[in-house]
DNA sequence: CAGTTAGTATAACGCTTGTAACAGTAATCG
DNA sequence: CGATTACTGTTACAAGCGTTATACTAACTG
């Protein structure tokens, strides 16, 4: 989360853990290896995202989640995540669990209550301004658009029959539901 | 855009392009300045997809941009774009111009009609779900998610006054007014 | 035509990289 | 207690890196 992945070399990471490269080399059998065990638990971070959203002290629904994303404090894992992001996009074959996981962790668990699109528009957003926040650093203007978005999908909800209310404010409500 | 900029050497750049590394400084000064120079281009390409998405070809609204962008055949210059946007968050220092006009490239002329909220919404879900796209693959589900943005938004400015409905509708509509 | 410049090719330098080979130490186990 | 194992440390290697220096050729300029 310090340094990054993208020129991730194993003798500064290991003087800076104070041991040294073959070490490194000797636990994980190569660097590509070690690389990929730390993405494991890269992953396992963010999914608890979902989770986290879900405990006592967030319970106000998807703007939980981008309480949570969108925390200064997990900006270093944030950007950790999007660095390997993009690097995944040109090396598919290498990061395919990277890729797959991304996506589906949070379409099949957090919010599997909800139908698989409006949950694809809900990551997709907090995705978006989540990249917009780190690269521009206008957090009243990423937040209100946050709030918009979330107006959104009430007010459209509101002029729905109860069926199909059930399916966009689920988005919003689910985590809510859940916990 | 075939083979990134992560990994990016020298050599193999040059021989790619039947030179020598030593050719490549002498035009360019320096590594960095040649990487500078290539964002540059990137940027420039990305700019006129704002321009491209108001020509009489397209002429839907934010829905053409999303075409333009998930198009296929773009996809190796969106994924260069994401790669270099992950490493730029990492070095915010020698990529602030890039991260900067990322965003400000859209809210400050293809969607200067509309206010920054809306267009910090609009930009951030075709973001994100071109992101998800590249991962995934997914067509259908993603388009789908597109489709219901717009759903939403045309939605929710049905049920508003005309004075706030415009500033709603123009994120959709901007495009094709000024086409 | 002479001279300056732009562009290209070759060789080499110093440095960092991932990794392998080997030696030493601490702990575990029969 | 002796032996096997797990772990750490040191050295070395071959390859690749960005970059510099130098020589050569083609093209413009006065």
Redesign the interface.
């Known amino acids: 989360m310090a340094h ?1 992945i ?1 020129d991730l070399s194993l003798r500064p990471l290991a003087v800076a853990i104070g041991t040294q490269a073959p070490v490194l080399l000797h636990h994980f059998g190569s660097k590509e290896q070690l690389v990929v065990e730390i993405l494991g638990r890269v992953r396992d971070r963010l999914r608890t995202i979902g989770r986290d959203a879900v405990s006592d002290q967030y319970r106000s629904g998807l703007g939980a989640v981008w309480a949570w994303a969108s925390d200064p404090e997990h900006g270093p894992l944030m ?1 950790l995540f ?9 090396r598919p074959d290498r990061y395919s669990d990277f ?2 996981h ?3 962790d949070w379409l099949d668990e957090p919010l599997a209550a909800v139908d ?3 949950a ?2 809900a ?7 989540l ?2 926040l ?3 650093k206008d957090r009243d ?2 937040d ?3 709030q ?2 979330l ?3 009430r ?2 909800a ?2 729905l029959t109860p069926t199909e209310r059930n399916s966009v404010n689920a988005v919003d409500e689910t985590i809510t539901i859940e916990g």
């Open positions: 990054g993208a950007r999007f660095e390997v992001y993009g690097l995944a996009l040109r890729l797959h991304s996506v589906h698989d699109i409006s694809t528009l990551i997709a957003t907090v995705t978006g301004l990249l917009d780190l690269a521009t203007r990423v209100n658009a946050m918009r978005f107006i959104l999908l007010s459209h509101d002029h």
